[in-house]
């Protein structure tokens, strides 16, 4: 079993709950690194003093905050944590929201959480009542140096913990230069993408839905690594116009013989 990477409590009202955070997903994602392409031998990137012009072992690199031009301030790693103060290994809730009015926007990274020593009763009390009612605690806490919003909920049998987004992290639609379209969809047009996206529609499974894109290229991979010339694709010509009823109706066609 993987061990926890932070213990504390969750705080509300005069409860106290001992928890255990663990880490509930994973990255996937294909990782390349840079080589030398007359050699093929690895690139190393190494710390040099930009005022000595030398390499700097790494024992002597600390972190900095710039104050002024090239002037900075010094911290080691028990006077950052020392802003946390006493709340370094405490989850507090705020506050309770129906866990469904918060918007998917908000969210960023899922943490699972286990009972913590001792914690097994309030932790369940805890589970069992969010759960019952449907609602998630809002609250925060300091982990890796830096304060997280989060939303504790409940979830297959045991409480989740995500860290959302602070407000002022979003970047309003209204700032995005969006070309608004020539003419707005007729009544008919409308209807037919509802008949489709209904002729489309299902419950969500996420086990259904794998990453085809990292397949395909850890493919491309091993048929290079065999010697096979990888040909690309010519970009398909894209219509600048296309017949919105003829596409939808098409559409809706294939999904109906999908489905049969």
């Given at each position: ?77 028990e006077e950052v944590a020392a802003a946390a103060g006493d709340g370094a290994h405490r989850i507090d809730v705020e506050h309770f929201v129906d866990a469904a009015d918060i918007d998917p926007v908000f969210f960023d990274k899922t943490y ?33 140096d830096r304060e997280y919003l989060t939303a504790v909920r409940a979830r297959d049998g045991v409480l989740v913990l995500h860290t959302l987004r602070f407000a002022d992290e979003l970047v309003p639609a209204s700032d995005i230069d969006i ?82």
């Amino acid at each position: 079993m993987a061990r926890s990477i932070w213990n504390g409590t969750i705080a509300f009202g005069l409860m106290t709950v001992p928890v255990k955070l663990h880490t509930a997903t994973e990255s996937k994602t294909v990782h390349f690194h840079e080589v030398h392409l007359d050699d093929g031998a690895r690139i190393e990137h190494r710390r040099f003093c930009s005022k000595e012009d030398k390499e700097v072992p790494y024992k002597q690199v600390v972190k900095g905050y710039e104050v002024a031009d090239d002037e900075y301030v010094v911290l080691d790693k028990e006077e950052v944590a020392a802003a946390a103060g006493d709340g370094a290994h405490r989850i507090d809730v705020e506050h309770f929201v129906d866990a469904a009015d918060i918007d998917p926007v908000f969210f960023d990274k899922t943490y699972w959480l286990g009972a913590g020593d001792d914690g097994g009763g309030p932790y369940r009390l805890l589970h069992d009542a969010l759960e019952k009612t449907g609602r998630a605690g809002i609250g925060r806490f300091t982990f890796h140096d830096r304060e997280y919003l989060t939303a504790v909920r409940a979830r297959d049998g045991v409480l989740v913990l995500h860290t959302l987004r602070f407000a002022d992290e979003l970047v309003p639609a209204s700032d995005i230069d969006i070309a608004a379209p020539s003419r707005g969809p007729g009544d008919r047009e409308v209807k037919m993408a509802a008949q489709l996206i209904d002729t489309l529609h299902e419950k969500f499974k996420a086990d259904k839905y794998e990453d085809e894109y990292r397949a395909a290229v850890l493919d491309v991979v091993k048929r290079k690594a065999k010697g096979e010339e990888i040909v690309v694709a010519d970009e398909p010509e894209s219509d600048d116009a296309p017949d919105l009823m003829a596409t939808l109706k098409a559409s809706l066609d294939g999904a109906k013989k999908g489905r049969r």
